[in-house]
């Protein structure tokens, strides 16, 4: 209760939690907002000239290149986010809580090689590495998805195992095995809970950059097909028009605007709420 209340007294705790809330109400009610036709998530076109066109009262957040509607693929974009965010996150924290446990709790031969995989992974880049999968998998939501938890799990792996080391000398742990419980309910039952904590604020960060990894992939055409409603792709459209024309810079604003604005809050969001668990779970506060 008392790192709950340090939470909720945290303003930033606060604009963190009411802009996910917010990007969380347009996922839920994108039907409402932007019906769909055939495929929710394919963004409705309105032509095919490769010029987009500004904000009117058809299109309320103008059309991309190629006449996507905008404000419908920053709506259905908000679903997309949260379903790349919550596989990928949720993925990537059982790959590295588990090994983890494992390596901290056995040590030798088996902690050497958990942790030399976790070095060799580590030392390729994670867009590079994200890139390179990326490709062999061809373009794809999931294919990105997948791409991402490859080269996501290990900061998660360190992170827990050094947290299991100093859990596993505590005088609970080896009355436990005094008493011959088995190694698999002392891990899960007497070190897991003491050590979530960590884990709990690495995962909350996470949920907003695994969605800006992906929509780095999606902008450099790695990522899910054309025309699915996603905030990168939506970025992608805007290439060719972000520096607007010769004398009037700002012409094609609309077009990289509210899509980079969408990812920029949806990040922010998380990472504010990372930080404010952060402070509210630090066992010297």
Same mark, same amino acid.
């Given at each position: 209760?008392?790192?709950?209340?340090?939470?909720?007294?945290?303003?930033?705790?606060?604009?963190?939690?009411?802009?996910?809330?917010?990007?969380?109400?347009?996922?839920?009610?994108?039907?409402?907002?932007?019906?769909?036709?055939?495929?929710? @998530?394919?963004?409705?076109? &309105?032509?095919?000239? &490769?010029?987009? +066109?500004?904000?009117?009262?058809?299109?309320?957040?103008?059309?991309?290149?190629?006449?996507?509607?905008?404000?419908?693929?920053?709506?259905?974009?908000?679903?997309?986010?949260?379903?790349?965010?919550?596989?990928?996150?949720? &993925?990537?924290?059982?790959?590295?809580?588990?090994?983890?446990?494992?390596?901290?709790?056995?040590?030798?031969?088996? *902690?050497? /090689?958990?942790?030399?995989?976790?070095?060799?992974?580590?030392?390729?880049?994670?867009?590079?590495?994200?890139?390179?999968?990326?490709?062999?998998?061809? +373009?794809?939501? @999931?294919?990105?998805?997948?791409?991402?938890? /490859?080269?996501?799990?290990?900061?998660?792996?360190?992170?827990?195992?050094?947290?299991?080391?100093?859990? +596993?000398?505590?005088? @609970?742990?080896?009355?436990?095995?005094?008493?011959?419980?088995?190694?698999?309910?002392?891990?899960?039952?007497?070190?897991?809970?003491?050590?979530?904590?960590?884990?709990?604020?690495?995962?909350?960060? *996470?949920?907003?950059?695994?969605?800006?990894?992906?929509?780095?992939?999606?902008?450099?055409?790695?990522?899910?097909?054309?025309?699915?409603?996603?905030?990168?792709?939506?970025?992608?459209?805007?290439?060719?028009?972000?520096?607007?024309?010769?004398?009037?810079?700002?012409?094609?604003?609309?077009?990289?605007?509210?899509?980079?604005?969408?990812?920029?809050?949806?990040?922010? &969001?998380?990472?504010?709420?990372?930080?404010?668990?952060?402070?509210?779970?630090?066992? +010297?506060?």
């Amino acid at each position: 209760m008392r790192s709950f209340r340090r939470f909720v007294r945290n303003p930033l705790a606060i604009l963190g939690s009411v802009l996910a809330l917010f990007f969380l109400c347009i996922a839920i009610f994108a039907p409402v907002i932007s019906p769909p036709s055939y495929d929710p @998530y394919r963004i409705p076109r &309105s032509g095919y000239s &490769s010029v987009p +066109k500004p904000p009117s009262s058809e299109h309320p957040f103008g059309t991309a290149q190629g006449q996507y509607d905008i404000l419908y693929g920053v709506v259905w974009g908000a679903r997309t986010a949260f379903r790349v965010a919550l596989m990928t996150t949720i &993925s990537i924290t059982f790959i590295g809580t588990l090994l983890g446990i494992i390596a901290g709790y056995y040590g030798g031969v088996i *902690d050497d /090689l958990i942790m030399r995989l976790v070095d060799v992974a580590l030392s390729m880049p994670r867009l590079i590495g994200a890139v390179v999968v990326a490709t062999i998998l061809g +373009k794809g939501l @999931y294919e990105a998805i997948i791409a991402l938890i /490859l080269f996501g799990w290990m900061p998660y792996v360190r992170v827990v195992r050094g947290e299991v080391l100093s859990v +596993k000398a505590q005088q @609970y742990v080896e009355a436990a095995h005094a008493i011959g419980t088995s190694d698999f309910r002392i891990m899960i039952r007497h070190i897991l809970p003491n050590i979530i904590y960590p884990v709990l604020v690495l995962s909350s960060m *996470d949920m907003g950059s695994m969605v800006l990894w992906v929509s780095t992939l999606s902008f450099l055409g790695l990522g899910p097909e054309v025309g699915y409603a996603d905030w990168g792709q939506l970025v992608s459209f805007a290439r060719d028009w972000i520096i607007g024309v010769p004398g009037d810079a700002l012409r094609y604003w609309y077009t990289a605007f509210f899509p980079a604005l969408s990812i920029t809050l949806f990040v922010l &969001s998380w990472g504010l709420i990372g930080d404010a668990l952060r402070d509210a779970l630090d066992p +010297k506060l």
